[in-house]
């Protein structure tokens, strides 16, 4: 069975600082990373995802993950934070062998909070 | 863009009543999935749906639950009867199928059970 942990809850941060969202997974067999974003008040946004070939991955507005086999770790950075990204962020993995049409199995989620 | 659309956004029902919550997934989807989040808990998977029938279901749907696509356009979540644990937000989302592809969510509808 596969699993996710997400160690921080909650990551208060100043507006324009660094920000890194841990993630850790474990499973037995190969996966899919995902980060999904959720703003208050709406749906599962998808961030980025890492299914195979290079480790780093970004996303259109500033985001990046990397997967590192060896630590099961999917952590997703951000050189300088808006107020805008606000939100909370959920990792998640999917299972491509498990022939269940790629659930997702999500963290607990991390509630970002940038402050002015 | 497309969009997974759900209705309603909030559910008010008596413990032991029927709920349908309805999603109309992204137009030329083939998976469809149903999910819930209990407040301050981790989002979990409830079932996965293609070609009309369930291709996985988590320990969590039991009986008093059901899936359907009644159209060619909606997919429904039905909840029996209703308990007080069943509150929740339940996310409905589609996807293509390809391995690795993304899931795509609604917005949820919060149900609350009285």
């Known amino acids: 069975a596969q699993s996710v942990t997400q160690l921080d809850s909650q990551v208060p941060v100043f507006e324009e600082a660094p920000v890194e969202l841990r993630c850790n997974y474990s499973s037995s067999v190969s996966v899919y990373l995902f980060w999904y974003v959720q703003y208050p008040n709406q749906g599962l946004q998808l961030l980025l995802k890492y299914l195979s070939g290079s480790t780093l991955v970004e996303s259109i507005n500033g985001f990046e993950a990397e997967f590192n086999k060896s630590q099961t770790s999917f952590h997703l950075r951000k050189p300088s934070v808006h107020i805008s990204d606000t939100a909370e962020y959920f990792c998640a993995v999917s299972t491509p062998f498990s022939g269940g049409y790629n659930k997702l199995i999500f963290g607990a989620g991390t509630r970002l909070a940038v402050h002015p | 863009e497309p969009e997974v659309t759900q209705t309603p956004s909030h559910q008010v029902t008596q413990m032991g009543q029927e709920v349908i919550l309805r999603c109309v997934p992204i137009?030329?989807?083939?998976?469809f999935y149903w999910y819930r989040q209990i407040l301050g808990q981790k989002v979990e998977f409830l079932v996965s749906?293609?070609?009309?029938?369930?291709?996985?279901k988590s320990e969590i749907f039991d009986d008093q639950f059901s899936v359907e696509r009644p159209d060619g356009s909606n997919f429904t979540l039905k909840i029996r009867s209703t308990k007080l644990e069943d509150s929740a937000m339940y996310f409905c989302a589609s996807s293509t199928g390809l391995a690795g592809d993304e899931q795509y969510f609604g917005p949820g509808t919060r149900l609350t059970v009285t």
């Open positions: 749906f293609y070609n009309n029938e369930i291709s996985e």
């Open positions: 137009s030329n989807h083939l998976y």
